[in-house]
């Protein structure tokens, strides 16, 4: 399976065909890490990292395609490397950001959470499924249902912005979104303690 998807994103991405903007997620909320380690998941063409980068993020950008990591090499604050999604794992307490935008492998979702260091923030944006959606990933596991990161992250996590809206992608098609802007517990206190 990785070596079908690694050939279908390098395909895509020597086509240069992706968005080359940064989201409006990244670019509001990147300013929330208080540290300078960030993770871009699924990095892709690596338009995030570029902007992380310019701020001054030290970045690991993370992606199957050997395209795309090659696009991101000798780039000043990249550390951009080659992983199998399927059997990487995420180093324990390293980053102050993890930034992931629409890529979804759920069993990522706990290394999230322990790659980040305490009150390190992780930056979602993906798609939901939803019956009105005009275009969606031809693999129905790669859509996230309705609530499901709320439901997942609210333990370890304090949510800070979560909506889900209509939105056009970068073809032109209406589909339902998701994005999560949330802080890894310090563990050192409660909500009811982060809130007197």
């Known amino acids: ?96 950001l993890i930034v992931c935008t629409y890529f979804l492998e759920r069993r990522l979702f706990p290394q999230m959470i322990a790659a980040l260091k305490p009150n390190g923030i992780l930056l979602m944006e993906t798609f939901v499924h939803h019956a009105q959606n005009e275009r969606t990933p031809s693999n129905p596991a790669f859509r996230l249902n309705e609530g499901e990161l709320e439901a997942y992250f609210d333990h370890e996590m304090e949510l800070l912005h979560i909506p889900e809206w209509w939105d056009r992608d970068y073809q032109g098609f209406k589909t339902l979104k998701t994005s999560m802007v949330a802080r890894k517990k310090s563990g050192g206190m409660s909500d009811e303690d982060f809130w007197a």
């Open 1 to 96: 399976m990785a070596q079908e998807d690694k050939q279908r994103w390098d395909e895509k991405h020597a086509k240069n065909s992706m968005p080359h903007e940064p989201i409006k997620l990244i670019t509001e909320y990147a300013h929330l890490a208080t540290g300078k380690m960030v993770l871009d998941i699924a990095c892709g063409n690596g338009r995030h990292s570029r902007y992380l980068a310019s701020l001054g993020f030290e970045v690991d950008a993370l992606d199957i395609s050997s395209v795309a990591i090659a696009q991101l090499q000798n780039e000043k604050n990249i550390h951009a490397i080659e992983v199998d999604f399927d059997t990487y794992i995420l180093p324990k307490e390293k980053y102050d």
